[in-house]
């Protein structure tokens, strides 16, 4: 698949690997729908991404637990652009430490990292279907393969979206539709920022090191263009810059 004309919903696109993808996806011709809950970086990107009058990005504010926001982001893509191609479920938080202080942040990082990812890809099939195909992304993590005791509820949340996506194999051939994932190791963002203050997470960042955030998207866009991966998850590390590291 190219990327020029396509049309993209984008979640957690206003800060980190997401706004990075977002710079990529609009220097190659896409349109791009960011939704995200950071208002200023998400109106500050479109900003940049909008020159000469030319709509090439749209913000829209959106909390991804909440499914109305979801659904939001395809309506305008389908009534601004006239349909969905691709979908980055890539929204996510982390750290929960306090899991341990018996607090409930881990309900809001199963509804973020996994619950918005399963919506999110329920409502990119219905409009892919549309379109006569498409491709679905979901940002998975290292830690779905590596689990770490700091966050052992993010890790289950990327475990399971690897699971999930593998899940979602067939529908290459009953629909055109390709699902698939990355899991990245550790790359600079407002994430790993907040996380490196904890100090077993900095000793693990330490460990594995970080990777470019270049190589993150490499490997976003080889799963847009590579029509033989469905199910897959594409590892990226300071070992291997891009591995189909769960092959369905
Ligand atoms: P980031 O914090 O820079 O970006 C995450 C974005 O998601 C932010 O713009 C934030 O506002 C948005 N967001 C958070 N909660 C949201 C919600 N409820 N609704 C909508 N948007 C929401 O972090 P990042 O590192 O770029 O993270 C992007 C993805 O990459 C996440 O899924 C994360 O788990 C994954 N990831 C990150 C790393 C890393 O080392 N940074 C490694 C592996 C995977």
Not at 152 to 171: C, M, N
Not at 192 to 197: F, M, P, S
Not at 200 to 213: D, L, R, T
Request: aromatic share 8%; with cysteine; proline share 2%.
């Amino acid at each position: 698949m190219q990327i020029k004309d396509k049309v993209v919903i984008l979640t957690g696109g206003a800060n980190g690997i997401g706004a990075a993808l977002a710079r990529r996806l609009v220097s190659e011709g896409a349109r791009v729908i960011i939704g995200d809950i950071d208002r200023k970086a998400g109106q500050e990107l479109i900003t940049e991404l909008n020159q000469n009058n030319k709509v090439n990005a749209i913000f829209i504010f959106c909390d991804v637990t909440n499914f109305d926001h979801l659904s939001q982001l395809f309506d305008t893509a389908q009534n601004t652009f006239g349909g969905v191609d691709i979908v980055f479920n890539n929204a996510g938080i982390g750290q929960e430490n306090e899991f341990y202080d018996q607090t409930n942040r881990w309900i809001k990082i199963i509804d973020v990292n996994l619950n918005a990812v399963i919506k999110g890809t329920q409502l990119g099939i219905q409009y892919l279907k549309k379109r006569g195909g498409g491709v679905i992304i979901n940002t998975a993590s290292m830690s779905a393969f590596y689990p770490v005791s700091y966050s052992p509820i993010y890790s289950t949340t990327k475990r399971a979206v690897v699971g999930f996506t593998q899940s979602l194999r067939d529908l290459k051939d009953t629909d055109k539709i390709r699902v698939n994932a990355v899991a990245p190791s550790y790359f600079e963002s407002n994430l790993t920022q907040e996380l490196l203050k904890s100090k077993e997470y900095g000793q693990a960042a330490k460990n594995f090191g970080f990777v470019p955030i270049d190589d993150v998207i490499a490997a976003f866009i080889r799963i847009i263009q590579d029509d033989k991966l469905a199910g897959d998850t594409i590892a990226v590390t300071t070992r291997y810059k891009s591995k189909i590291i769960s092959k369905s």
